[in-house]
């Protein structure tokens, strides 16, 4: 079995009415109904066709992809600096 990676991407939109045909773009993970989103996790293959498809669609004011991808996640340095920080 072969892992696939994925990608959150949080679309907000006009009306919630439209959140059950976000269904064929992905996983629906969250929806607030207050703030009017869906947050789905897409395959990272087809996220750039996707987001454009998203855009397209007149019920959709915003398409954001999760920066995760691109966030640092090496904190090798960080235990060495709290020890200089914590040495006065």
Not at 23 to 40: A, C, D, P, T, W
Not at 48 to 64: A, E, G, P, R, S
């Amino acid at each position: 079995m072969e892992l696939v990676e994925r990608i959150s991407i949080i679309v907000y939109l006009k009306n919630m009415k439209h959140e059950r045909q976000l269904r064929k773009f992905g996983n629906i993970y969250h929806s607030n109904k207050k703030e009017q989103y869906v947050m789905l996790y897409t395959n990272e293959d087809k996220i750039d066709d996707t987001v454009q498809h998203l855009m397209k669609l007149k019920y959709v004011k915003d398409v954001n992809v999760s920066p995760f991808k691109y966030v640092k996640r090496d904190y090798s340095n960080a235990k060495t600096d709290k020890k200089e920080y914590l040495n006065f």
